[in-house]
């Protein structure tokens, strides 16, 4: 008769499961970073903003390397809308 498995990750799918959470937080929170300063410095340039932008991009693609199409699915619209709102280009 053979034993169930457990239902339990094992202890490396656990720190892998918990390095994962700690590096999404940590890319919301470098993008929350990123859109309060675009929004909120009046001394900001578009040219620094879209800086910013694409600096925060590629620390998210060094961090998930096989993610780019989910950050152009979820972040760079928004990085995008916030800057036509900011600079109002089209």
Do not use: H
Request: aromatic share 4%; charged share 30%.
């Amino acid at each position: 008769m053979e034993m169930p498995q457990s239902a339990e990750p094992s202890g490396i799918q656990q720190n892998e499961q918990l390095d994962e959470s700690r590096k999404i937080r940590r890319l919301q929170l470098m993008i929350s970073m990123v859109m309060s300063v675009i929004s909120q410095d009046p001394d900001l340039t578009v040219e620094e903003a879209a800086e910013m932008a694409a600096n925060a991009r590629r620390t998210a693609l060094a961090m998930f390397p096989d993610k780019e199409l989910a950050y152009d699915i979820l972040y760079k619209p928004r990085l995008q809308r916030l800057m036509n709102e900011r600079f109002r280009l089209q």
